[in-house]
């Protein structure tokens, strides 16, 4: 089973996903977290670069691994807190609409999901990459309570000279949205058959009460 889970930069996606997964003993997978590492990989051997074939090149030979507190990209250990700091943040959405790069991921996305259930979550997950998911879910909240959410994150996991500010933070997400809405691959939609959910007032265990609940709930009534 495919339980695909969408919605724009902080809407609680990572938090929710990994949590559903737990509590119905799922696989959970990141697509966002492999574009982050792509893109990290371009910064660091091609600087901000946006040149597609430089990008598609540098893609097509990375090596990502899971590591605990991060990934080990081409045999170098990074951090989270690195994955989803600002420089990343202003670039992956160029890098992950390049093509071939969202093919490359989406293959990787689509080989791991053969080998049993799974929660995944990332742009364009319900709508391009998992279409004929089981369940799908979209994740939406106001601007202002992503940038908190974000910024909150941010000081729990990065040393304060590193950190940025709020609005910094903000316009980064505004300009996210905005990419990720008009890029002419993967752009970020709302499938009609999604439950959509706004979590701006929300818990993250009421959004994850919701989301098992009418996953447990469908089960049943397909069962009947």
Known sequence: ????????????????????????GFHHLNSGKLYR??????????????DSSTIVAIAEGV?????????RISGSFVPD?????????????????????????NALLRSTATKGDIVVEG??????????AEFKVYLDADIESRAQRRYAQQAESTPEEQRSSYEEIRNAIAERDEADRT??????????????LDTSHLTIEEVCDKVTTTIQ????QQEN
């Open 217 to 220: 709930s469908d089960k049943i």
């Open 1 to 24: 089973m495919v339980i695909a889970i969408d919605g724009p930069a902080g809407s609680g996606k990572s938090v929710v996903s990994q949590r559903v997964a737990q509590r119905l």
């Open 81 to 105: 807190a690195e994955l989803h700091g600002e420089l990343v943040d202003r670039h992956v959405s160029a890098v992950s609409s390049v093509l071939r790069v969202r093919e490359i991921v």
């Open 183 to 196: 890029k002419e691959h993967g752009a970020l939609v709302i499938a009609p058959d999604a439950l959509y």
């Open 123 to 132: 742009r364009d997950i319900t709508t391009v990459v998992f279409p004929d």
């Open 37 to 50: 590492a792509i893109t990290h990989q371009v910064l660091q051997t091609a600087g901000t670069s946006n």
């Open 63 to 71: 090596e990502i691994l899971p590591a605990d507190g991060g990934l």
